[in-house]
């Protein structure tokens, strides 16, 4: 019952990171097209892509075997 709970948790916390990151980086780009700073919205996409990167390691830590790359040499 757990295992299901565990896999479930990972690929929701999965989607949610992916949708946040989507949104941080479109607000990026919104951003760099209406001020012309550059730095704003390359802070915006650079925390867009970590925020992406965490949702990454909770699907792969949670979710198990199941969700780890098939190239894998474990």
């Known amino acids: 019952m757990f295992a299901r709970l565990r896999k479930f948790l990972g690929s929701v916390l999965y989607w949610i990171g992916w949708v946040l990151a989507v949104l941080v980086i479109a607000q990026a ?9 550059p730095l704003v ?3 915006l996409g650079g925390i867009g ?3 992406w990167l965490i949702a990454i390691g ?3 830590i949670l979710a198990g075997k199941n969700y780890r790359p098939k190239n894998s040499s474990r």
């Open 41 to 43: 919205p390359v802070l």
């Open 58 to 60: 909770f699907k792969y």
């Open 49 to 51: 892509v970590i925020v």
């Open 29 to 37: 780009i919104i951003l760099s097209v209406t001020t012309g700073n």
